[in-house]
């Protein structure tokens, strides 16, 4: 019973830092920052992820301890995550730093457009 | 809601009272009868029954399992290609949900669903704008995926 739970505790682990080595890599080849965000905030999230299940995996199978504290730290990491690129783009956005050259559209620089329509058909209504 | 699971949670500790054995065996008891009596009775409540809600919760939450593993193995495809084409750019997306925690809760899916991240959101709430990495194929069905994460959130707040 225990050689099967080591296996799926080896898996989490070896994931969890497969996917903390593809964001260090995202973070090096991605063109802008905006997509480097993109990897930084997915790829990270699931790799410290299954980094911590794979802990608690480990500590619940060999030690016989359920460590709850570890339950909560994926619980925030799940939360506060996006909400950390989410904040770093919208900085740099409002700061003015440019898309990557390859971008198609962008609809964020029209923004004042839109909400100056929106608030003239809401005044109408 | 609240008032239903409080409510539920007072027919369990009437039962535990009547019976007067007070273990966590007869509170799960008397909880399923007070479920049971929530339920013959729930046309006599403003809300639908909470259990429902209940459920609803936990879909979004297998929904948001499956999209966050989904993601990564997107973004782990185009980080580790050899030659990245990526058609980056910022598109507009008004959503219907109307109280703060929906669009709250629908922008951290987005955020962490395949290849997008949400850049600002509007003064008024209505409004979401969605940087994404391949702005040009997928964005239809990246609306429909939203579809689903929408329709997930409104059937939670309904």
């Known amino acids: 019973m225990i050689d099967i739970s080591e296996y799926f505790v080896v898996a989490f682990i070896l994931i969890g830092a497969?996917?903390?080595?593809v964001t260090a890599i995202g973070?090096?080849?991605?063109p802008d920052l905006y997509t480097r965000t993109h990897a930084a905030s997915k790829s990270a999230t699931l790799g410290v992820m299954s980094v911590l299940i794979g802990a608690l995996l480990f500590f619940f199978t060999e030690e016989g301890m359920f460590n709850s504290r570890i339950v909560?730290?994926?619980f925030f990491v799940l939360?506060?995550?996006?909400?950390?690129?989410?904040?770093?783009?919208?900085?740099?956005y409002n700061t003015g730093v440019k898309l990557a050259p390859e971008s198609i559209q962008d609809d964020l620089a029209k923004k004042e457009?839109?909400?100056?329509?929106k608030k003239k058909n809401s005044s109408r209504d | 809601m609240a008032f239903q699971v409080l409510l539920n949670f007072f027919l369990a500790f009437l039962w535990m009272f009547l019976t007067g054995s007070f273990s966590i065996s007869s509170f799960i008891i008397g909880y399923l009868l007070g479920l049971l009596v929530i339920y013959v009775l729930r046309r006599f409540f403003q809300t639908r029954i909470y259990i429902l809600r209940v459920w609803a919760i936990l879909k979004l939450t297998l929904l948001f399992t499956y999209e966050l593993i989904k993601a990564n193995i997107e973004v782990l495809a185009i980080v580790l290609r050899p030659k990245m084409d990526l058609k980056p750019g910022i598109f507009k997306y008004d959503t219907k949900l109307e109280h703060g925690w929906e669009v709250t809760l629908l922008s951290l899916l987005i955020t962490l669903t395949p290849g997008t991240l949400v850049v600002d959101v509007s003064d008024d709430n209505g409004t979401l704008y969605i940087h994404a990495l391949n702005a040009a194929d997928i964005k239809s069905n990246i609306s429909s995926i939203r579809e689903g994460f929408e329709k997930a959130?409104?059937?939670?707040?309904?």
Do not use: D
């Not at chain 1, 497969?18 to 080595?21: E, K, N, R, S, Y």
């Open chain 2, 153 to 158: 959130i409104m059937e939670v707040s309904r």
């Open chain 1, 79 to 92: 939360i506060t995550a996006p909400v950390g690129g989410h904040l770093i783009a919208r900085a740099a």
């Open chain 1, 72 to 74: 909560l730290g994926i």
């Open chain 1, 27 to 30: 973070l090096i080849r991605l």
């Open chain 1, 18 to 21: 497969f996917f903390g080595v």
């Open chain 1, 113 to 117: 457009q839109f909400e100056a329509k």
